[in-house]
């Protein structure tokens, strides 16, 4: 079976024994957020001070769950380590390589073809390590994660921006880098600055064409895109417990638009339904005898402000419908405002594409609730406008529906079913157009609407509402249509008007699949082999790094001095780079070729010191590497702020960078560098960044006796034969500097096993 009922057992156990000490130690009541954070702290962790004012703490998470794409490197990386099994329960997903173009059943046959060695290095990789794999069709990570393995109470941690869509089912769930996935299933305790908390509380109860969709598109109105960074924001109130657990999903899987840490609803009645209808009714006993825990303090709900840094009051009974968009998703528009807004902002009012589905919002109860429309377009004769098509979270909401006749009726209104994938939401959509260079609308039941992110189309302006609304509008085909108070001329010129949708929670005659995807992994993987075609350019098995010389660095020449930003993007673009995400050396050659040249203000041209010419960074490096040239990377302020991606800290590492040297990190970056066994270092007075000159040769001494807290010294060789040196501060801990000498953390954690 998937879930791991053992491993939720040790959970709970330990459980109320940590939120009492919690208590105690903090002397005040507490938050759902806090409880669970605290019954996660790592054991090393478990003794600092409880509280706000403690910034970064290890946790131990209970899972790790991967999407095809960031798979790739994390599993790499994790064949390191050396263990023959993952340290906790972890599954793969593929779902982001399946292109929509022309439905269910064609496309996905297309993409096995197309993504073979990727789908057969995971399966078989899965099948070694003991990690549960979801095959080409299963479902999207987050709805497969939802009717499995998500369970109240727990952390899990996941290689996707919306893995907090558990949080429906009260786990906090946060999306993390592959790096942090790889030490997860390698045993290592996982890093997280402890979060702010914000808390939303939920008054009345939804009716009528109102649903759980519109309360986060209007909490993101409210909070932005940006209001959410580093908080954890807990719902609660009587109207969060009148939500169905998938409507909770939808909530706090959107909450990463608004850049939220992720986002949780405590353990309810309607947890505990959604769990015994997906055959785990065992862990809703479980639950319940612990369901003081699983929820909040009621005097932290009673006086929210006491325990919160912010607190938000929505209140059901009056929440409109909402359409959010064009190209961001905090651009919140009540329904009966937004026929206006579309005409003065000049927005296409001819919509074209109607998209439902997604991780977001496929549950039962959307696609019933959508249905509901779409049956009465049937009904009353109206004619769908614009083009319609249902991603479906997973098989086994796709085959429920379908068995109760959901899909059918959909298909009357002239709608296409796509695979149980990503799809359009990603971007993987073959969209045919006769004019791309139109302005256009679509409106989708998704999460994000950025420029292009659907269909690579500027022009495209896309909108985010319920599936319900969604539905309507494609009947509609036009965006200043009110479902709520607007008519529509059918068939017969008659004017008819929408009844509001209605939908049902859970299937009345129970889920069913008949193949949910799942290949169970091996008892014993020790005889399994990894499949990796030793041409492929898609993949490549990694090499251990070299242990560190245990000298002093000398003779570096300078790759790059970058100037200003310079974020993960900068250092590994992404776009069409994403393709060679699993091989090392092939994604090496966009190494830098974001960041500017101090000297010459361009991008991706350096001085290549051996020939004196200027040439692309990955090639120049490359050069230098050749001839056993090690080179130093300097940059400005905030080095590797955005997105945590490893391959930003293993190019340099790959490629033959020995050191980075900024004026300041971004903290996750830093702390990447320093798993793949890189020196990185800042100036301790960041004037000396003008002192680096472009003909520079550069030694880094006190490297024999590095130790916490110490500074280093770099010296530059100056051209004309001068030379000056300067102290340069680190941040690595004894254990960090144990991965330094060791050449990477992954070396360590083998040396270990073999041990
Ligand atoms: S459906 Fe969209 S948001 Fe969900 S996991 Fe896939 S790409 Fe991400």
Redesign the pocket.
């Known amino acids: 079976m998937a879930f791991d009922l053992d491993m939720i057992k040790k959970v709970y156990d330990r459980y109320s024994t940590r939120v009492d000490a919690a208590r105690k130690a903090t002397g005040k009541h507490l938050t759902l957020t806090e409880k669970i954070l605290y019954a996660h702290l790592s054991e090393g962790d478990a003794d600092k001070a409880f509280g706000r004012g403690v910034d970064y703490v290890d946790f131990a998470p209970d899972r790790v769950a991967m999407?095809d794409a960031t798979a790739q490197m994390a599993l790499l990386q994790f064949m390191q380590a050396g263990r023959p099994q993952v340290a906790v329960p972890s599954t793969v997903h593929c779902?982001?390589l399946i292109q929509a173009k022309i439905g269910a059943d064609v496309d996905l046959q297309t993409a096995k073809d197309v993504n073979l060695e990727v789908y057969d290095f995971l399966a078989s990789v899965s099948d070694k390590y003991g990690i549960g794999f979801w095959k080409p069709g299963a479902g999207?990570?987050?709805q497969v994660v939802l009717e499995n393995y998500a369970f109240p109470g727990g952390m899990m941690i996941g290689t996707?921006s919306?893995t907090p869509n558990a949080g429906g089912l009260g786990m906090i769930a946060i999306g993390v880098g592959g790096a942090d996935a790889c030490d997860v299933m390698a045993g290592l305790p996982w890093e997280l600055k402890f979060p702010k908390l914000i808390g939303v509380n939920l008054t009345g109860k939804l009716s009528g064409w109102a649903s759980a969709k519109d309360v986060i598109l209007k909490v993101a109105g409210i909070l932005t895109v940006k209001g959410g960074t580093g908080a954890i924001v807990e719902y609660f109130g009587e109207g969060a417990r009148s939500l169905s657990a998938t409507g909770k999903g939808t909530i706090c899987n959107m909450g990463a638009e608004i850049g939220a840490t992720t986002s949780i609803f405590g353990y309810d009645e309607k947890a505990a339904t959604y769990l015994k209808g997906t055959k785990r009714g065992e862990i809703a006993d479980l639950a319940d005898a612990i369901a003081e825990h699983l929820t909040g303090d009621e005097e932290v709900y009673a006086n929210p402000a006491q325990y919160f840094d912010e607190v938000i009051e929505i209140n059901l009974d009056e929440l409109e419908p909402h359409v959010n968009g064009p190209f961001t998703p905090d651009l919140a528009w009540p329904i009966s405002k937004f026929a206006a807004a579309v005409k003065e902002n000049g927005w296409p009012t001819k919509l074209e594409v109607g998209l439902i589905g997604?991780?977001?919002n496929s549950s039962y109860e959307d696609i019933t609730r959508s249905a509901s429309i779409a049956k009465q377009a049937t009904d009353k004769h109206l004619k769908t406008k614009a083009e319609f098509t249902i991603t479906p979270g997973s098989e086994l909401v796709r085959y429920t529906v379908e068995r109760d006749g959901y899909l059918g009726t959909f298909e009357e209104m002239g709608g296409v079913v796509l695979a149980n994938a990503?799809g359009p939401?990603?971007g993987q959509w073959a969209r045919h157009t006769d004019d791309p260079t139109r302005k256009n609308s679509i409106i989708t039941s998704?999460?994000?609407n950025f420029a292009k992110r659907q269909d690579g189309n500027p022009n495209t302006h896309a909108f985010v509402a319920s599936p319900e609304i969604v539905t309507a509008f494609a009947i509609a085909g036009d965006l200043t249509f009110n479902p709520l108070t607007d008519t529509l001329t059918n068939d017969k010129g008659e004017q008819v008007k929408f009844d509001e949708p209605e939908g049902i929670e859970m299937p009345l005659k129970g889920y069913a699949v008949q193949d949910a995807g799942y290949q169970a992994p091996a008892e014993d993987g020790s005889a399994v082999s990894v499949i990796v075609d030793p041409k492929s350019a898609r993949l490549q098995l990694l090499e251990p790094f070299k242990a560190w010389e245990g000298t002093d660095l000398t003779g570096l020449k300078l790759l790059i001095k970058a100037k200003g930003k310079c974020t993960t993007d900068h250092i590994s673009m992404a776009g069409p780079w994403l393709k060679f995400r699993g091989h090392l050396d092939n994604i090496s050659n966009n190494m830098l070729i974001g960041a500017i040249n101090y000297f010459n203000l361009t991008a991706d041209s350096v001085k290549n010191e051996l020939t004196g010419e200027y040439g692309p960074v990955p090639a120049t490096q490359r050069d230098y590497k050749a001839n056993g040239i090690g080179t130093i990377v300097v940059g400005d302020e905030n080095y590797g702020e955005g997105s945590s991606r490893e391959h930003a800290a293993m190019e340099p590492r790959h490629l033959g960078v020995r050191a980075i040297l900024v004026k300041s990190f971004a903290r996750i970056h830093e702390t990447n560098l320093k798993k793949q066994g890189m020196l990185g270092i800042t100036f301790a007075d960041t004037a000396d960044y003008d002192k680096i000159q472009e003909d520079d040769t550069f030694d880094i001494t006190g490297l024999t006796t590095f130790a916490p807290g110490k500074q280093l010294t770099v010296v530059l060789h100056h051209k004309d034969g001068s030379t000056e040196s300067f102290p340069v501060n680190h941040t690595y801990n004894a254990q960090q500097i144990e991965w330094f000498k060791a050449g990477g953390a992954l070396n360590i954690i083998r040396k270990q096993m073999a041990s």
């Open positions: 999407q779902d982001h999207i990570i987050h996707d919306h997604s991780c977001t990503c939401c990603i998704f999460n994000r």
